[in-house]
């Protein structure tokens, strides 16, 4: 069964200035990775998605993130950050395979605070 | 293309009442998958729907179910409800139920007295 760490529950940042949400995950087979956030009293928003090609994937909002494939990791960055970008961010990983339709396994989420 | 509607917003209900939530996919998707959040648990998946069959389900008891309709709705049943079943419920759907983008609607939020 796959699994996500998400490193670090809570990240303060002064505004402008880069991040990086970590995120680590286990499975035995091959992956399909996504980030979300989720303002408050909202969903879900997809930020970014990899699902093949290229392991630098650009999402919505600035925001990238890289697959590494032998470090199992899928760490989400932005260069300079705002106020509008404190929200709560999930790492998620879909197993290739008919076991696991519409099956997101998520990690226990990063709060993101933006200081002025 | 309006999103995922899921209604009613907000629920309270008391322990060992039944409760149902309904979610409205966005046009065209066939899979629809449901999540519960809680503070302590997370985002724990409960199961998926795709062309009204259950392909797919979580680790929750018996309690919980679903269905999914010839138009793609679905509807979460809870039945005896419990106090730890206080959570917020997100529904996503999907064209596939694949390797696909899930779009989630804003929620339920269930409290239980």
């Known amino acids: 069964a796959q699994s996500v760490t998400q490193l670090d529950s809570q990240v303060p940042v002064f505004e402008e200035a880069p991040v990086e949400l970590r995120c680590n995950y286990s499975?035995?087979?091959?992956?399909?990775l996504f980030w979300y956030v989720q303002y408050p009293n909202q969903g879900l928003q997809l930020l970014l998605k990899?699902?093949?090609?290229?392991?630098l994937v650009k999402g919505i909002n600035g925001f990238e993130a890289e697959f590494n494939k032998s470090q199992t990791s899928f760490h989400l960055r932005k260069p300079s950050v705002h106020i509008s970008d404190t929200a709560e961010y999930f790492c998620a990983v879909s197993e290739a395979g008919g076991t696991s339709y519409g099956k997101l396994t998520f990690g226990q989420g990063t709060i993101l605070t933006v200081h002025p | 293309k309006a999103g995922v509607t899921q209604t009613p917003r907000y629920l309270i209900k008391t322990r060992g009442q039944q409760v149902t939530l309904s979610c409205s996919p966005i046009?065209?998707?066939?899979?629809v998958s449901w999540y519960q959040q809680t503070p302590g648990q997370g985002l724990q998946f409960l199961f998926e729907?795709?062309?009204?069959?259950?392909?797919n389900k979580g680790n929750f008891p018996g309690r919980f179910s679903g269905r999914q309709f010839s138009n793609s709705r679905s509807e979460m049943n809870v039945s005896t409800l419990e106090l730890g079943d206080s959570a917020l419920y997100l529904c996503?759907?999907?064209?596939?139920?694949?390797?696909?983008?899930?779009?989630f609607g804003a929620g339920t939020r269930l409290s239980v007295l």
């Open positions: 046009s065209g998707h066939r899979s």
């Open positions: 996503a759907s999907s064209q596939t139920g694949g390797p696909d983008i899930q779009y």
């Open positions: 729907y795709f062309s009204e069959t259950q392909r």
């Open positions: 990899y699902l093949s090609g290229s392991t």
């Open positions: 499975s035995s087979v091959s992956v399909y």
